[in-house]
């Protein structure tokens, strides 16, 4: 089975910088996504790593340690706009998304 | 437009009816899937389709089933809904060939309550 750990809620202030950690247990996967949802509304996709490493796509970035088990999506430059809850899911190899149960992110001004 | 529409956005209904939720796509896309979000749970497959002739269940089915009319509609269906089957329901898509695992895009979500 697969096991996926995210701290329930942070809170950060704007303008600051917010690692968001994800750590999981599973005997295999193809990679690791993240995803952003604010309330009510429809997850959006942020980032994928395959490869340990990270990945910088502007203000937020995505590392992986398939070692470890450990990933974390860090958000820089905190704008309000940036609260929500942060999705960490793995990706099988048939395609399935397990999802974690998400972080709620509260930006304070 | 947006790519991926849910229908009903929202509903309410009482134990014992069968409710229909549609999903319709634009992406073209050959993948679609059906999931549940609960507090504190996250968001659970129920179902999933790779093309027209392919239904598969994912890891919460019973009581639900769905039904593939085309490439870009995938309709999910209770067939006597109970309260605990209240919750955010959403409809995704994805393409194969994009790397190891497709990256999923959601429709906005059906609120469904279950008096």
């Known amino acids: 089975g697969q096991n996926i750990d995210q701290p329930t809620e942070m809170t950060a202030t704007e303008g600051a910088i917010v690692q968001i950690n994800c750590t999981y247990q599973?005997?295999?996967?193809?990679?690791l996504f993240w995803y952003q949802q604010h309330a009510g509304e429809a997850p959006t996709f942020l980032s994928y790593n395959v490869l340990d490493g990270l990945e910088e796509k502007g203000r937020f970035s995505s590392f992986l340690s398939r070692s470890k088990g450990y990933s974390y999506l860090l958000l820089k430059e905190l704008q309000m706009k940036d609260s929500a809850s942060y999705l960490c899911a793995l990706g099988g190899a048939t395609n399935k998304l397990i999802f974690g149960t998400g972080t709620l992110l509260a930006v304070q001004p | 437009d947006a790519d991926v529409t849910q229908t009903p956005r929202n509903r309410i209904t009482k134990t014992g009816k069968r409710i229909m939720l549609e999903c319709s796509q634009t992406k073209g896309h050959d993948r679609m899937y059906w999931y549940r979000q609960d507090p504190g749970l996250g968001l659970r497959l129920i179902y999933y389709s790779f093309d027209v002739k392919d239904i598969n269940k994912g890891e919460i089915s019973d009581g639900y089933s769905v039904s593939r009319q085309a490439q870009a509609k995938f309709s999910l269906s209770l067939e006597s809904a109970i309260p605990n089957q209240t919750a955010l329901y959403f409809c995704a898509t994805s393409d194969p060939g994009q790397g190891a695992t497709d990256t999923q895009y959601f429709g906005p979500g059906t609120r469904l309550t279950v008096l």
């Open positions: 599973t005997s295999g996967f193809n990679g």
